[in-house]
């Protein structure tokens, strides 16, 4: 990941922005008067009027710099929107659900950027909630929002600055392929995105040339009455040198206590797992077994203002480019109060040039 990746999008925003205006509206009129004639320029009022709230969660150094960001940060946008940076300290859904509304309420915003500090991924899953009930684009840039979701509310329009689980699988195998750790096997539970995580594990060996074996394949319960027993009759299957771990942070706790009770830790066994069973580096459980590996974002290349600026300029560059083509009536209105409008053409309009942006 280069440290900004605004030229990329940038370069490649209005070709697919055009395909996608012409597939999905073939006989939609380009100006407010419905002739083909391209629109006038975005007034200086309008422009004016596109706002993006910025809220970043945490008190570490990371997000304390992502603070610091002024208006002439972002005057590299082709149409600079009003940024207001805001910051908090509570992760609570009630709190995020707040802070969102209320930014709502004070600006009409065209999107709302939301980093923190946490490996909570129950934020990114409020974030979706709170994105599927108003309709307002939201990107998750760092910590916990950005933990990729396996699946979302089909009424959001939440994104996420991260790597997806598939990429991570495959990461994964090829850290193996590097050492020539072709036996192995997976363990998961039920988290949303393990049936993904399986697929393209298998999809993969399936379709190489390397010698790989899949041993086991391991669900685990975790809801069960009494689960670390049957976790630890479960784990006691396992035999493979290596072992691919898909759950959340928590659950990879009582994991990895139970597997350090049947000797699955120690010499001889090397555990592997995506960024959402490891999350913060800096705070690590005591029983996360040593050599442990994780697949992580790269957080040192890539920083906090960095995903800012390129956040913006992604809602930014989507909401100018969409009143371009079909004028400014196109404009966002989400709220909080009482229930949105069913989503037009406007808002799929929206979605679709985001999802090609993140």
Not at 7 to 16: G, K
Not at 229 to 252: D, F, G, H, R
Not at 286 to 308: H, K, M, Q, T
Request: proline share 6%.
């Amino acid at each position: 990941m280069s440290l900004s990746l605004l030229p990329r999008l940038l370069s490649h925003f209005l070709p697919d922005f055009k395909r996608f205006f012409y597939e999905q509206f073939p006989s939609a009129p380009l100006s407010l008067s419905g002739s083909s004639a391209p629109l006038p320029p975005i007034s200086p009022k309008l422009i004016s009027s596109l706002s993006i709230a910025v809220i970043l969660v945490g008190n570490s150094s990371e997000v304390t710099l992502g603070a610091g960001l002024e208006k002439e940060d972002f005057l590299h946008i082709p149409y600079p929107p009003k940024v207001e940076v805001v910051t908090m300290n509570e992760t609570d859904p009630k709190s995020i659900i707040n802070r969102i509304c209320a930014q709502m309420t004070r600006n009409s915003l065209q999107g709302v950027v939301f980093g923190d500090d946490t490996d909570q991924e129950a934020i990114a899953q409020i974030l979706d909630f709170i994105s599927a009930q108003t309709h307002i684009p939201i990107l998750g840039i760092r910590g916990g929002s950005s933990m990729v979701m396996a699946a979302k509310d089909d009424h959001s329009m939440f994104f996420q600055f991260g790597p997806s689980i598939e990429q991570q699988a495959s990461v994964m195998l090829n850290i193996m392929e590097e050492y020539d750790w072709y036996i192995f096997s997976i363990v998961t539970t039920y988290y949303p995105g393990y049936q993904d995580f399986i697929n393209k594990v298998r999809s993969t060996i399936e379709n190489s040339f390397v010698g790989w074996e899949l041993e086991e394949v391991i669900l685990l319960d975790m809801s069960v009455d009494d689960g670390d027993s049957k976790i630890q009759n479960q784990m006691k299957k396992l035999q493979s040198p290596v072992i691919l771990l898909y759950c959340t942070k928590e659950e990879a706790t009582t994991i990895f206590e139970v597997a350090h009770s049947v000797g699955l830790t120690g010499y001889g066994y090397t555990w592997i797992v995506p960024s959402l069973v490891a999350g913060d580096a800096d705070h690590v459980p005591s029983v996360f077994p040593i050599g442990l590996i994780s697949v992580s974002y790269d957080e040192w290349d890539y920083n906090i203002e960095a995903r800012v600026r390129d956040a913006v300029a992604v809602i930014a560059t989507a909401t100018s480019t969409m009143m371009l083509d079909r004028g400014p009536h196109t404009l966002l209105k989400s709220s909080c109060l009482g229930t949105p409008d069913k989503k037009g053409s406007s808002t799929k309009h929206i979605i679709n040039r985001i999802k090609s942006l993140v």
